[in-house]
């Protein structure tokens, strides 16, 4: 394991076909952001971020495509903008602590999400947790492309909802704030979705009020 601490970090591009970032501890380092993407969509996700933690870390601007993330710490990061995760697969991630926007989303392009999406529904076959945000602390948080099931939560602020409840809602009936998230889950790639309450964001009490009513309906769990 190598440890950095304190340290600074230019802004760097890793674009790859096949490649292995690992066994490295970062501790109140910045970085001025960078790119980490597969050169070209690999269903085989050999582009790998494995045993790396950070840990009260600064970034700039950050682009993640394609990546398969194994055994990651995130524990309270600052970023002025939203960590983007395109089409990343993940295998015992942690995210705890204070965090802005982080968004879990498919492949926006047609042809790419055609390729990875299969593929990533097949890691996650042999994966028994994904992703652990039980103490995240979240300005905004998006998971679309993580399967819900998979993900270890704090069942007061975060809930699954399962796709077939999602597609079957009166949406038109539901809170305001839920309604377009609601639709999200309905069209998600995975049969379950989280949705969480972003503790650090102003619209906390109005998401976490709008969630709890998903549950009443038998929508959220």
């Given amino acids: 394991m190598r440890n950095h601490i304190k340290e600074e970090f230019e802004y760097r591009k890793i674009i790859e076909s096949a490649a292995t970032i690992a066994d490295l501890d970062f501790e109140r380092c ?3 952001g960078g790119v980490i ?3 070209a969509d690999d269903p085989a996700y050999q582009l790998v971020v494995r045993t790396v933690s950070l840990r009260k870390c600064k970034v700039g601007n950050v682009v993640l495509y394609g990546v398969r993330f194994e055994d990651v710490t995130v524990d309270t990061l600052s970023h002025s903008k939203p960590i983007e995760l395109e089409a990343c697969v993940c295998s015992h991630v942690v995210l705890r602590g204070k965090l802005g926007a982080v968004r879990f989303s498919p492949a926006v392009e047609d042809d790419s999400r055609a390729v990875l999406a299969p593929a990533a529904a097949k890691l996650y076959e ?5 992703l652990d945000i039980t ?10 492309d993580v399967p819900g099931h998979l993900v270890k939560r704090d069942p007061e602020t975060q809930f699954l909802v399962h796709k077939s409840a ?6 038109d009936a539901l809170p305001e704030y839920a309604q377009i998230l609601v639709e999200r889950a309905a069209e998600a790639p995975y049969d379950t979705s989280v949705l969480a309450a972003p503790i650090r964001s102003k619209d906390f009490e109005e998401a976490l009020d709008a969630f709890r009513k998903l549950r009443d309906l038998g929508i959220a769990e």
């Avoid at 999602?166 to 949406?171: P, S, Y």
């Fill in 166 to 171: 999602a597609a079957a809602a009166d949406v």
């Fill in 126 to 130: 042999d994966v028994d947790w994904a």
């Fill in 135 to 144: 103490e995240a602390e979240f300005s905004d948080i998006e998971i679309w």
């Fill in 37 to 39: 993407m597969q050169e």
């Fill in 30 to 32: 910045a970085f001025g």
